[in-house]
């Protein structure tokens, strides 16, 4: 379950309490990045660790059942053996350790039984990679997204876009970021100040407090012309716009500044944006420009239309940005 936590100035918990991960593993390189990530998260937070292997067409996945020289039930069992010693070697690997793991192989798709599998074990947290060499990027990309939409908790997308270059850095790496004194440490937290915004600015400064990382903390006001396409609503003439955009901008800086505050106070440097434009693109030149370690916002899940509003920018995010993504949208489980 997930703990947040009211802060008094000074104390000193922390704003979340994550006693569960869950870590989706194909298989791949990239997979086994997100593995160790979620296996060092889990250490910092004294989690445990769910991992689950999604076989989609066990007739098709499992070699050697044309030989006849096993049954299938068999083939099965002695794959799940050879892939559990696998995962196994890299959580032995060094750095942060869960406090204990499970192995979990299902059927099915896996978005699905990600999801689900999410529900059952009650996590806290999904890690998971963005992209896999394993299967096509497109498909990889698309099963995140979805696992984004349906998740009942937080993901944290791991992205890895199969360059090599950026392969071998995260794979030097023991943990969410570089932990290395000299190294700076930036998070960037996108905020449109809903419900789920404000969640996600608790999960940005605890991460920014436990990783010593600065925070950015960004706000775009969208322009006339973008609002009113998507959304439909009225909006004053042009005789009252400059007056419209004037109120935007006062409520942005006063609940952009609330916010780093609230992050200055955990003894946390921030640094505030306020762009006007539209909130992917923008969000997606910032990230390029300033280069952070890990993007947190706030995706509201749903379906449909509003979906098309809303948690379709983060699933732009998710699949374009060159860091990691925490996407947060108000979990199924309950806040105490």
Known sequence: MVRIHSLDKGEDKKMINIKKILCPVDLSKESFVALKFANAISGRYRASLAIIHIMENPHLDIPGGETGA????????????????????????????????????????????????????????????????????KFAGATTERTVRFAPCPVLSVNVNRDQKRIEKLESLNDLMDTSPDSKRTILLPTD???HS?????????????????????????????????????LPGYG????????????????VRNICNKAQDQGIKTREIIIYGNPRREILEIAEKELPDLIVMG?????GF???????????????????????????????
């Open 70 to 137: 096993f049954s299938f039930g068999e083939l099965v069992n002695l794959y799940k053996e050879e892939r559990q010693e696998e995962i196994i070697s890299i959580l032995r690997q060094k750095g942060g350790h869960a406090t204990d793991y499970e192995i979990i192989f299902k059927e099915g798709v896996p978005y699905k039984e990600i999801a689900d599998t999410a529900r059952n074990v009650k996590a806290d947290m999904i890690v998971m990679s963005s992209s896999t060499s394993g299967k096509s990027q």
């Open 306 to 336: 509003s979906r098309f509003i809303s948690g379709s920018v983060t699933e732009a995010v998710v699949r374009n940005a060159q860091c990691s993504v925490l996407s947060v949208k108000h979990p199924e489980h309950n806040f105490v």
């Open 240 to 255: 009252t716009t400059s007056v419209y955009y004037d109120g935007l901008l006062k409520d942005a800086k006063a609940r």
């Open 299 to 303: 995706t509201h899940g749903r379906k």
């Open 198 to 234: 404000e969640i996600a600015s608790n999960y940005a400064i605890a991460f920014a407090k436990e990783y010593r990382a600065d925070l950015i903390v960004l706000h775009v006001i969208e322009t006339i012309a973008e609002v009113s396409f998507l959304s439909s609503i009225d």
């Open 193 to 195: 100040f809903s419900e």
